[in-house]
């Protein structure tokens, strides 16, 4: 670059921080948040869990409801069964479409979020990620409204990160960050076998 680009390189980021250190001033509320993950595309769960793994770095207490998935021995299983200050539930049904059984599946389903929901209740617990839970109210598993209800009288610095495809509208209205994962390219489609330490 030249010494003309570079300048003007380095006056785009003088005006850039301004805007950003302004908006940084104004963001003086302090509360927990509710996150939605959703989107056809591959890395909702990662995503999650990657800020899950953030606040157990700063010694939060957190847990984790994994549904849908449960059969398969999983990295992330693996790595949080040794993990303190976290609480895990797996609906260890598998899949719905390898289950082929409805009652099952919902018994299961109420099961895990029998067992989460009196965290929403517990001020200690920082992070509470939903994952997969969206497929819950697909499939008529669990009632959205009990959910509705337990996000908004929950401690007011709790956060919860929900994951799921088919996000109903009403978790969206009731968000403050929800982020869409949009598909361009997997290798599944082009015949790639899923792979421990990527899909597991």
């Known amino acids: 670059m030249s010494t003309e680009q570079v300048q003007r390189h380095n006056e785009r980021m003088k005006r850039h921080k301004k805007v950003v250190d302004e908006k940084i001033e104004q963001a003086s509320i302090e509360r927990g948040v509710l996150i939605v993950i959703t989107g056809n595309g591959k890395g909702k769960t990662t995503s999650a869990l990657g800020t899950l793994l953030r606040s157990l770095g700063h010694g939060h207490q957190c847990a984790l409801a994994q549904f849908i998935k449960g059969q398969w021995d999983c990295g992330e299983s693996r790595f949080f ?10 609906m260890n049904t598998g899949f719905t479409w390898n289950t082929q059984d409805y009652e099952k599946d919902k018994q299961a389903a109420e099961v895990v979020w029998k067992q989460v929901l009196p965290l929403f209740s517990d001020p200690g617990c920082r992070l509470i990620v939903l994952d997969e839970i969206t497929y819950m109210f697909k499939y008529k598993y669990l009632d959205i409204d009990e959910l509705i209800s337990a996000l908004k009288n929950r401690p007011e610095q709790q956060n919860v990160i929900i994951t799921g ?20 390219k997997h290798a599944f489609n082009q015949g ?3 792979q421990e330490g990527i899909e597991w």
């Open 192 to 194: 790639v076998k899923a």
């Open 81 to 90: 069964s040794q993990t303190e200050n976290l609480t895990t539930f797996t």
């Open 165 to 184: 495809r088919a996000v109903p509208k009403a978790l969206i209205d009731i968000a403050d960050t929800v982020s869409e994962i949009t598909p361009v």
